[in-house]
């Protein structure tokens, strides 16, 4: 059993930066993918970015350009690098991780971007 345990979120003006984080219980150098998921008040929950065991990287269209996923399997944390933040980046972020065709979700953190 893994658990991911997200950190980082917090308030934010509009334009400013965040960096959240993944830490795993165990190992994710199996995980693939790992991921960002969001999910805004009233919506349902999205994909923000992805990232594979060997480094591939896939992001929404509404995030390109902005954030930035990256993962370090030495330390099992997946990180989450957010710039020029956006009022409608507003959401709780999810960290998911596919290990071994289970599906593992974190509690979620909480962004708030204001304007």
């Known amino acids: 059993q893994v658990q991911l345990v997200e950190s980082g979120g917090g308030l934010v003006q509009a334009g400013g930066s965040l960096r959240l984080s993944c830490a795993a219980s165990?190992?994710?150098?199996?995980?693939?993918?790992m991921g960002w998921y969001r999910q805004a008040p009233g919506k349902q929950r999205e994909l923000v970015a992805t990232?594979?065991?060997?480094?591939?990287?896939n992001y929404a269209d509404s995030v390109k350009g902005r954030f930035t996923i990256s993962r370090d399997n030495a330390k099992n944390t997946v990180y989450l690098q957010m710039n020029s933040l956006k009022p409608e980046d507003t959401a709780v972020y999810y960290c998911?991780?596919?290990?071994?065709?289970?599906?593992?979700w974190g509690q979620g953190t909480q962004v708030t971007v204001s304007s």
């Open positions: 998911y991780a596919n290990i071994v065709r289970l599906n593992y």
């Open positions: 165990g190992s994710i150098f199996s995980a693939n993918p």
């Open positions: 990232i594979t065991s060997g480094g591939s990287t």
